[in-house]
C-alpha cells in the first residue's frame, strides 16, 4: 500500500504530469508470452466476479487520508467505471463486491508487526469516528454503480480479501472462476488477491489502468510483475473489447 502519511493538498502539477508519462495505460506490459497461448475472451465469458478493492475516499477525495497520492488525477477512477458498465452487460458476471480498506486499524486485531504498521498510516491524525468512517466510504462515481444484491465489505487481512471475509463462500456458490481485479494499491492490495486467487485456483485479470500504486513511476515494475507471475494485466479498453468478443 505505501501510504502518503499527510492528508493535506492535491498533487502538484508535476506530479500529474509524471503520471501522464510513466503510469496507468502507459505502465501496461505486452502479454506475457504463456497468456499469449490462452483465448482471453472465451476465459471472461464463464462464470465471473468483479472486485473493486479501496477505491476509497481516502484515495480519491479531497481531504483523505491518501489523497495526495492524487488517484482522482490519474485516470484509474474512469477506468473503472467503464469496466463496470460493461461487466453489468455480460450476464456471465454474476457477483459485484466492493471492497473497501480501512486504513484507521485500531480496532483490528493486531500482532507486533501490525501495531506498528498501521499505526505509523495514521499518526498524528486525531480524527472523529465520523470522519474516519467518511474516509472508507466507497468514492461517489463508484457508489453511484452499486446495485441491490452486490457485496459491500472491508479486507481484514493485510493484503487480501480471501482470509477473513465473505468472499470465498461467495465465490464457491455462485461457482466462479474468472475475478477481474480494479483498484488500490495494484503493488499490494491487488497483487496480493490475484496472488490469493491463484493459489486458490481461481483465473484472476487485472485491468491496469484501474488500479494505482501510490507513485506511479512504481507501476511498471508491479504490472510486470504481476503479469509474468500471477495474472494478464490488460486495459479497461481490452477488457470492454473482450467481453463484446465472448457475447
Not at 69 to 91: I, Q, W, Y
Not at 128 to 144: F, H, I, S, Y
Request: glycine content about 8%.
Amino acid at each position: 500500500m505505501g501510504l502518503a502519511v499527510a492528508v493535506a493538498g492535491a498533487p502538484s502539477a508535476k506530479a500529474n504530469q509524471t503520471a501522464a508519462n510513466m503510469g496507468g495505460i502507459h505502465a501496461i506490459p505486452e502479454l506475457a508470452p504463456h497468456w499469449k497461448q490462452l483465448d482471453l475472451a472465451e476465459i471472461l465469458s464463464r462464470p465471473a466476479a468483479y472486485c473493486s478493492v479501496s477505491q476509497n475516499k481516502s484515495c480519491y477525495d479531497p481531504g483523505g487520508v491518501q489523497a495526495a497520492e492524487g488517484h482522482r488525477e490519474r485516470g484509474s477512477l474512469p477506468a473503472t467505471v467503464k469496466v463496470v458498465e460493461a461487466a453489468r452487460k455480460a450476464k456471465n458476471f454474476v457477483s459485484f463486491n466492493w471492497i473497501g480498506y480501512e486504513v484507521f486499524r485500531q480496532d483490528y486485531p493486531m500482532n507486533d508487526f501490525d501495531r506498528v504498521q498501521f499505526g505509523s498510516w495514521t499518526k498524528g491524525l486525531n480524527w472523529t469516528k465520523e470522519q474516519q468512517a467518511r474516509d472508507n466510504e466507497l468514492v461517489g462515481e463508484l457508489q453511484a454503480l452499486v446495485r441491490p444484491g452486490d457485496n459491500e465489505f472491508n479486507e481484514r487481512a493485510l493484503q487480501t480479501a480471501f482470509i477473513g471475509t465473505q468472499l470465498p463462500l461467495e465465490l464457491s456458490r455462485k461457482k466462479i472462476e474468472v475475478i477481474v481485479l480494479t483498484g488500490i494499491h495494484l503493488d499490494w492490495c491487488i497483487e496480493g488477491n490475484a496472488r490469493l486467487a491463484r493459489d486458490n485456483g481461481y483465473l484472476p485479470i487485472v485491468i491496469g489502468d484501474a488500479c494505482g500504486c501510490q507513485k506511479p513511476e512504481q507501476e511498471k515494475a508491479a504490472m510486470e510483475r504481476i503479469n509474468n507471475f500471477f495474472a494478464p494485466v490488460i486495459s479497461s479498453e481490452t477488457f470492454v473489447k473482450l467481453l463484446k468478443q465472448s457475447s
